[in-house]
T-cell receptor, first 112, second 115 residues
Framework: KAGVTQTPRYLIKTRGQQVTLSCSPI?????VSWYQQTPGQGLQFLFE???????NKGNFPGRFSGRQFSNSRSEMNVSTLELGDSALYLC???????????FGPGTRLTVT | GDSVTQMEGPVTLSEEAFLTINCTYT??????LFWYVQYPGEGLQLLLK?????DKGSNKGFEATYRKETTSFHLEKGSVQVSDSAVYFC??????????????FGKGTLLTVNP
């Protein structure tokens, strides 16, 4: 079974621009979560989607948003990029039952 | 709120040495506990899990026991290899209060194993 895939793997953007990241979960997984990983703050939860609905949201400004499609694929968008948004963005998927989340390889975003 | 505290390291060991990485947690409910591993340039891989008190998770020679009385989930391996060099994260998922599947992570422990 294919794992979680994320595209693109690397991105370089300029301050003020916006960016969209994509995540395809493991087949059959309907829950998709997003995390931000930085050296200073570590791994922080952004939001979780299930059946196209946002179920949980972390402590991030409104510039960070997401959505989920009917095939469970998810996108996250960051508008008006700031230097501090440079990070590894990780997507994870989960079966409806069970506790484990399975992570993709991440998208490395660099804001200059 | 929920939190995870783990020894930050870095930890440097010789091949075949014994490994312990300490992890303690604070949670309002009754969490599930996990260890994830991250190799350079990659995402997180689930290493092992435990969902109730006294459960022992194990995988690839690594073990951790869910200790409710001490709120701990320490990672151990009897004989480490160079290929175990990576960053290890302790995490919890607390389902109390409804559908809350977010993972709360510790800050990670960098392990380097020398030949």
């Amino acid at each position: 079974k294919a794992g979680v895939t994320q595209t693109p793997r690397y991105l370089i953007k300029t301050r003020g621009q916006q960016v969209t990241l994509s995540c395809s979960p493991i087949s059959g997984h309907r829950s998709v979560s997003w995390y931000q990983q930085t050296p200073g703050q570590g791994l922080q939860f952004l939001f979780e989607y299930f059946s196209e609905t946002q179920r949980n949201k972390g402590n991030f400004p409104g510039r960070f948003s997401g959505r989920q499609f009917s095939n469970s694929r998810s996108e996250m968008n960051v508008s008006t990029l700031e230097l501090g948004d440079s990070a590894l963005y990780l997507c994870a998927s989960k079966r409806t039952s069970g506790y484990e989340q399975y992570f993709g390889p991440g998208t490395r975003l660099t804001v200059t | 709120g929920d939190s995870v505290t783990q020894m930050e390291g870095p930890v440097t060991l010789s091949e075949e040495a014994f490994l312990t990485i300490n992890c303690t947690y604070t949670a309002t409910g009754y969490p599930s506990l996990f260890w994830y591993v991250q190799y350079p340039g990659e995402g997180l891989q689930l290493l092992l899990k435990a969902t109730k008190a006294d459960d022992k998770g194990s995988n690839k020679g690594f073990e951790a026991t869910y200790r409710k009385e001490t709120t701990s989930f320490h990672l151990e391996k009897g004989s480490v290899q160079v290929s175990d060099s990576a960053v290890y994260f302790c995490a919890l998922s607390d389902l109390s209060g409804g559908s809350n599947y977010k993972l709360t992570f510790g800050k990670g422990t960098l392990l380097t194993v020398n030949p």
